[in-house]
């Protein structure tokens, strides 16, 4: 018999990556497991690229709320709820335990789980759920999901964790160019512009071509900053979810802020530096099947150095030949935008 469920997780890009592992948990252990997922429209592609997913229904809370009462939002939030009261779910799976995502839940029809008050982010929202689970909050977020869903369906998971992004990376070939995410959205998360530099030659040193991936046109311009004058290096341009992996899965390494694409990095399984300097790696470390170093520390860059040293375990272990199995066809990337 076929068991519905139904994963409330709506966003962050990394926290998205993140909820990957649990998925393929659940499509192992759950005999005949449909499953759905709601997630922000922006990030539709991840839950897509899991080959255990059903169907994406997607939410636009980040636009809907610039505008929510007009009546063009007002029709769409009323489609969404007919949508969801349609349809009956075995278990409606809330990963996320944050009131946005009880708005959502709320909507459902099924058994609703969650995690308890003391274990949630924003314990109020506990208290909607049909079933509570206890999950200790200081360990690392793909952790903390894979606990949530076996507490959930009652199974005990084991192994590395497995993100589902074969069909993202079947074919791909590695090519002599390094993904640089150097920008952020809070400037706190900065790292100096000598630091950058420092790791812009080593890679140069190493044969290696830089792309810089940015976001808005803050980013855009802070990254043609850092490269100007440069050989070899290119500001990529916007794209979508779908060509940026590409373009990640094809790097020979990636060196990033703490952000959703290089986690997104590590979860492909390429060789991925993080650096962190206001937020902690503890809950959320670097991830996946490759090498990846989690430096530094809220209010506690790494030193360049420390960087660099990490930077050559990557390239090393890139060198070693991480070979992919390429009989399902192989992709490159076309030349020009992007290497």
């Not at 007009?70 to 409606?92: F, G, I, M, P, T």
Request: glycine fraction near 6%.
């Amino acid at each position: 018999m076929t068991t519905k469920i139904l994963i409330v997780r709506t966003s962050s890009l990394g926290d998205l990556v993140h909820m990957l592992p649990a998925i393929s948990d659940i499509a192992q252990h759950v005999p005949q497991a449909q499953i759905d997922w709601i997630v922000e429209e922006g990030f539709a592609e991840i839950p897509a690229w899991h080959p255990a997913i059903h169907e994406v229904i997607t939410v636009a809370h980040r636009r809907w709320r610039k505008h929510w009462w007009a009546a063009q939002v007002r029709a769409e939030r009323a489609a969404l709820r007919k949508n969801l009261q349609s349809r009956h779910y075995d278990v409606v799976l809330d990963m996320q335990a944050l009131m946005k995502s009880i708005w959502l839940v709320r909507q459902t029809n099924g058994l609703r789980h969650g995690l308890d008050r003391r274990s949630a982010r924003e314990p109020l929202a506990s208290f909607f759920y049909d079933v509570k689970h206890t999950v200790k909050f200081w360990q690392p977020a793909v952790t903390r999901q894979r606990e949530l869903a076996a507490a959930t369906f009652a199974y005990t998971y084991s192994g590395a964790p497995d993100f589902g992004l074969q069909s993202v990376i079947s074919g791909a070939v590695i090519q002599p160019y390094a993904v640089i995410m150097p920008s952020a959205s809070r400037a706190d998360k900065l790292w100096p512009v000598e630091d950058w530099q420092k790791v812009f030659l080593r890679l140069q040193e190493h044969g290696l071509a830089l792309r810089l991936l940015a976001g808005s046109e803050a980013e855009t311009a802070r990254a043609n900053e850092l490269v100007a004058g440069r050989a070899n290096a290119q500001v990529l341009p916007r794209m979508g979810l779908n060509d940026i992996a590409k373009v990640l899965s094809c790097a020979q390494v990636m060196v990033g802020l703490d952000s959703g694409l290089t986690h997104l990095s590590a979860g492909l399984g390429r060789p991925t530096v993080g650096i962190y300097k206001a937020s902690t790696p503890v809950r959320t470390p670097l991830e996946g099947p490759a090498y990846t170093a989690s430096l530094g520390e809220r209010g506690n860059a790494p030193s360049a150095e420390t960087v660099l040293s990490a930077l050559e375990q990557a390239l090393a272990y890139s060198d070693s030949g991480s070979a992919r199995d390429t009989s399902q066809g192989s992709y490159r990337l076309p030349e020009g935008d992007f290497i």
